[in-house]
């Protein structure tokens, strides 16, 4: 079956711009999270969705953040008025239940990059 | 806090040999899962094994153990028998059972290259 995939794969994006990254979770998976993965770093948890209801947003790194997954299944992490920090590869991951014993399955990542 | 260390940035190891890549965690949480995920050059988070904190057992997958210390807080991976295809970012990480929806806390990642 298909797997976590994410687009767009690159985004080069110039400072000030907003960007639009999208995740496509395996079907019927319940739970969604995504993380920010700085270059040489390990990745760091953004936000977490369980169907539709943002249940945690406490790693989103500025009101610039917004993440949204109105249907419970396509989700999309927006950034507004990008900044160079804001260059990383973004991760989604889902996961069939909403228990933490659930494995994580994750897409290739975007990797972004802010001029 | 929770936190996870690997204080191994880098690591080599001969094709055919076996090599053990650290992790420490810090945690007051008495309920908690312990993975490790391979990262290739492509980007994708390959989930390895898994350990929970009430395991008795140590974890196996393959070629793949975990050397699971609770009292010294260590979940270090063996990988035995290593390939060249081995040779790819190793990341431990932890995830809290009853709390912050079950978001993974990842450390900074071991950069393992197998030799032929």
């Known amino acids: 079956g298909a797997g976590v995939s994410q687009s767009p794969r690159y985004k080069v994006a110039k400072r000030g711009q907003d960007v639009a990254l999208r995740c496509d979770p395996i079907?019927?998976?319940?739970?969604l999270f995504w993380y920010q993965q700085a270059l040489g770093q390990g990745p760091e948890f953004l936000t977490y969705f369980q169907n539709e209801a943002q249940l945690d947003k406490s790693g989103l790194p500025s009101d610039r953040f917004f993440a949204e997954r109105p249907e419970g299944s396509v989700s999309t992490l927006k950034i507004q008025r990008t900044q160079q920090e804001d260059s990383a590869v973004y991760l989604c991951?889902?996961?069939?239940?909403?228990?933490?014993?659930?494995?994580?399955?994750f897409g290739p990542g975007t990797r972004l990059t802010v001029l | 806090a929770q936190k996870i260390t690997q204080t191994q940035p880098g690591m080599f190891v001969q094709e055919k040999e076996a090599v053990t890549l650290d992790c420490t965690y810090d945690t007051s949480d008495q309920s908690y899962g312990l993975f490790w995920y391979k990262q290739p050059s492509s980007g994708e988070m390959i989930f390895l094994i898994y350990q929970g904190s009430y395991d008795e057992q140590n974890a196996t997958e393959g070629r793949y153990s975990l050397n699971f210390q609770k009292a010294r807080k260590s979940a270090n991976l063996v990988i035995s028998a290593s390939q060249l295809g081995d040779s790819a970012m190793y990341f431990c990480?932890?995830?809290?059972?009853?709390?912050?929806?079950?978001?993974?806390?990842f450390g900074q990642g071991t950069e393992l290259s197998v030799k032929p």
């Open positions: 079907s019927g998976h319940v739970s």
């Open positions: 991951a889902s996961s069939p239940g909403q228990g933490a014993f659930d494995e994580q399955f």
């Open positions: 990480a932890m995830r809290l059972i009853y709390n912050q929806g079950g978001k993974l806390i």
